[in-house]
C-alpha cells in the first residue's frame, strides 16, 4: 500500500497519476472503500466522501475504515491520495473538527501499515517512509 499526502492543490494527484501511468488501475475518487477487482487501486479524495458520514464515533469509524484498506490492499495494490487536513488549524464546524480528527487518527494507523508513505507539496516529492 502506498500513500501521497499533501494539502490543498499541491500536486498530489498528478504525482499519483505518473506512478500508475501504464498500469491497469481504477481510479476511484470520492467514494467508499470497496474491494475492486484490479490490479492496481486509487483511492483519490477520500476525505471528500468521509466529509459525508457520520463520524461521531470516531473510534469505529477509523476501525472500519483500516478494514476496509487492508481488504483493498489484499485484493490489488492499492495507492491512497489523501488531503492533509489538519496542520494545526481546529475548523470552527463541529463536522470538520470531527473530519480532521478522524483523518489524523486513520492517517496514524494508514501510515504505519503503509509501504510508502510520500508528501507532495507544490509537485515535489518527500519520501516519508
Known amino acids: 500500500m502506498h500513500v501521497f499526502i499533501g494539502g490543498a492543490h ?7 497519476q505518473k506512478v500508475v501511468e501504464g498500469q491497469d488501475a481504477v481510479w476511484l475518487e470520492a467514494v ?25 464515533d470516531e473510534d469505529a469509524v477509523v476501525a472500519q475504515l483500516m478494514t476496509q484498506v487492508r481488504a483493498l490492499n489484499e485484493a490489488s495494490t492499492v495507492y491512497l491520495v489523501v488531503a492533509d487536513v489538519g496542520r494545526g488549524i481546529v475548523p470552527m464546524d463541529k463536522k470538520l473538527r470531527q473530519l480532521r480528527d478522524v483523518c489524523g487518527r486513520f492517517y496514524q494507523q494508514l501510515f504505519a501499515e503503509a509501504d510508502s508513505v510520500t508528501r507532495i507539496w507544490y509537485g515535489l516529492a518527500e519520501v516519508l517512509k
Request: glycine share 4%; aromatic share 6%; net charge negative.
Open 10 to 16: 499541491s500536486g498530489k494527484t498528478a504525482y499519483a
Open 32 to 56: 467508499p472503500l470497496i474491494v475492486q477487482q484490479a490490479p492496481v487501486v486509487v483511492i483519490d479524495r477520500l476525505e471528500d466522501w468521509l466529509v459525508t458520514q457520520d463520524l461521531s
